[in-house]
């Protein structure tokens, strides 16, 4: 079983809809959770950072943890064409932070004009 | 935010050549970087971890001899590829270890480089 699971898609949803993206762990010890966002042909940028459980908002992006189901999810509202995109997560254990991460596979989004 | 560059950003080369690809964080300090490789529609694949002044740790499977990592100052990582033969087409990605203006220790991507050898 991978450390972290994410389904590839792809997800195609028109302009204005509202994207669910998910992924699913098995270590319970990770306690940082990250989504970034890739372009095509292009390196990943951090989207949203979140410690622990909870909610975080962040313009249209909201992320959430619910580390007893170990699920994370990021929301996008209103989503837009240049949302399109690769959508990895990534979360990492405490003591190693950032030196450790573990990335889900991505989930290739498209939003349709 | 924390700004990491790659250059070259795309290279072609013949087999049997060697490859170098810098990773610089421009506005931050980062005393550990590290490489990737995405293969087309799959994930990033660590290759290696490197700390300034010391040698990198390479994940299993990575040949430390092909892949050759310098990590030479707190902005600047270099990357080898040593005799490079078709199955070394990919894209590489660095990253850098560092904080961006919100306080957050994570990860910060270059834009990577995408390695064609014929």
């Known amino acids: 079983q991978k450390e972290v699971e994410q389904d590839p898609g792809p997800l195609s949803v028109p302009e204005g809809a509202i994207v669910s993206l998910n992924c699913t762990y098995s270590n319970s010890a990770f306690q940082y959770f990250m989504w970034y966002r890739q372009y095509s042909r292009k390196g990943p940028e951090l989207l949203m950072y979140t410690y622990s459980s909870g909610n975080k908002e962040d313009g249209r992006f909201t992320a959430q943890v619910d580390k007893s189901s170990k699920y994370i999810s990021l929301f996008i509202r209103d989503s837009q064409p240049s949302d399109s995109a690769t959508y990895l997560c990534?979360?990492?254990?405490?003591?190693?932070?950032?030196?450790?991460?573990?990335f889900g596979t991505g989930t290739r989004l498209t939003v349709i004009p | 935010g924390a700004v990491v560059s790659q250059h070259p950003s795309r290279v072609i080369c013949k087999s049997g050549t060697s490859v170098k690809i810098e990773c610089r964080s421009l506005d931050f300090q980062a005393t550990t970087m590290f490489w990737y490789r995405q293969f087309p529609k799959q994930s990033l694949m660590l290759m290696a971890t490197s700390n300034e002044g010391s040698k990198a740790t390479y994940e299993q499977g990575v040949e430390k001899d092909k892949f050759l990592i310098n990590h030479a100052s707190l902005t600047l990582s270099t990357l080898t590829v040593t005799s490079a033969h078709p199955e070394d087409s990919s894209f590489y990605i660095c990253s850098a270890r560092g904080y961006s203006g919100r306080g957050t220790d994570t990860q910060y991507f270059g834009p990577g480089t995408r390695l064609t050898v014929l």
């Open positions: 990534a979360m990492s254990p405490p003591g190693t932070g950032a030196n450790n991460l573990f």
